[in-house]
């Protein structure tokens, strides 16, 4: 396949991957947008499968259902990047796409545009330029390799634009906002009007904490997870923990589980719309996803980061959020705080990034 090919005059057949869980969130919009002219052909890797992490969100959000599903599952990330590289090559060469979309730094993201470059495919990445300089995050590497795989690179602040910059990458970079915006603002109202998480959950507005662990740097240390979970258990509030399966097997692995204070409260893992209704009405949020901390700024809730280091520092401002790590000193304390400030809700866009991401395809593949 040749890249000089890339102006086609009319419609594009764009192959998009997909695997984790924000990543659907991230597609919802952009699949909608692009649907409008194009055409998509939607590859589900399998890298999530539980259908609390998968299925919800495609009912949710109304994602068509996806053309090619990949079952990949879990396993170690050589094994889990290698077979999604060798299933996203073969749908290539059936389908021939014009481009490949990926989003954000997962493995599947990694794997696609791998699998793309070397067969020529232009690669456009969305949520380019972000870094935490932590390179034993699995996802930094992902980020960085993608970015310099990537034809077309979509930001979603000026940090990552300049972060991007430092590294050469100049062209094809874009300023856009950030998409998982446009799905917030999209699904908010509907989450108030529809969600009945509060009420299930017999939770008061304003009067608990949520909670969510999964970075493999918490979740993966016993002496990590103890400590958060020991935060958890004197924050003096409800802290509703919707638990992800793999931090669930290392509680109990690590004989935590059965004796988690009352306070505690573990649920399934939540679809997207009872989630942002549970977040919008938090006390303040306790969590390590990168996510969650964009939502909870965008949203004024304010936010403890269980991280040494975060892609979004843009949220540390005004200490709206803040870094604790594990250390459970750190935690409370930051539980205890007053966050007086309020959070400039327009720096991750105004929710037309989707829009825009299509109209620059637009015109670097169309025109
Ligand atoms: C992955 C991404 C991470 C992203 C997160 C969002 C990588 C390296 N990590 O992390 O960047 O923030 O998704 O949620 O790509 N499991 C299940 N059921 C599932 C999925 C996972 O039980 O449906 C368990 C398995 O034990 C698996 C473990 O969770 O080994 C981890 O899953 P994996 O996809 O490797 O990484 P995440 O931690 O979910």
Redesign the pocket.
């Known amino acids: 396949m040749d890249k000089d090919r890339k102006k086609t005059g009319g419609t594009l057949k764009v192959v998009a991957i997909v695997g984790?869980?924000?990543q659907f969130i991230k597609c919802a919009p952009i699949s909608h947008e692009l649907r409008k002219e194009h055409e998509e052909i939607l590859v589900h890797t399998g890298?999530?499968?539980?259908p609390e992490?998968?299925d919800v969100f495609f009912d949710e959000l109304q994602i068509p259902r996806p053309d090619y599903h990949l079952g990949v599952g879990?396993g170690s990330?050589g094994e889990?990047t290698g077979t999604i590289l060798e299933r996203v090559e073969d749908v290539l060469i059936q389908e021939k796409p014009h481009l490949i979309l990926v989003y954000?730094?997962?493995?599947?993201t990694l794997a696609g545009a791998l699998a793309a470059a070397k067969l020529h495919i232009p690669v456009v990445h969305v949520e380019a330029g972000l870094r935490s300089f932590d390179r034993a995050m699995?996802?930094e590497i992902?980020r960085v390799v993608t970015d310099h795989l990537s034809d077309l690179l979509f930001c979603p602040t000026q940090t990552a634009m300049d972060n991007l910059a430092n590294e050469g990458i100049t062209d094809g970079a874009y300023l856009v906002g950030d998409v998982m915006v446009d799905a917030l603002r999209h699904n908010a109202g509907i989450a108030e009007k529809k969600s009945p998480i509060l009420r299930t959950l017999g939770l008061d507005k304003g009067d608990y904490y949520v909670a969510t662990v999964?970075r493999?740097a918490n979740t993966d240390d016993r002496h990590n997870l103890s400590a958060i979970i020991a935060a958890f258990s004197e924050s003096g509030k409800k802290v509703v923990f919707p638990v992800?399966?793999?931090t669930k097997?290392n509680l109990r692995e690590y004989g935590l589980w059965d004796s988690l204070s009352e306070n505690i409260l573990c649920i399934d893992p939540l679809g997207y719309i009872d989630m942002l209704h549970l977040m919008k009405h938090a006390k303040k949020i306790l969590t390590d996803?990168?996510g969650i901390q964009k939502e909870a700024y965008v949203m004024g809730v304010p936010c403890i980061t269980m991280r040494e280091n975060t892609e979004w520092v843009e949220t540390l401002q005004g200490g709206w959020n803040v870094l604790v790590g594990a250390d459970k000193q750190r935690i409370l304390a930051a539980i205890l705080a007053d966050v007086k400030t309020s959070a400039d809700n327009s720096v991750f866009g105004k929710g037309d990034t989707a829009k825009r991401i299509v109209s620059v395809i637009h015109k670097n593949f169309c025109t």
Do not use: I, V
């Not at 890298?47 to 539980?50: A, E, F, K, S, V």
């Not at 954000?104 to 599947?108: F, K, L």
């Open positions: 984790a869980r924000p890298q999530h499968y539980d992490m998968s879990s990330h889990q954000g730094d997962t493995n599947s699995p996802e992902n999964h493999p992800h399966p793999r097997k996803s990168g």
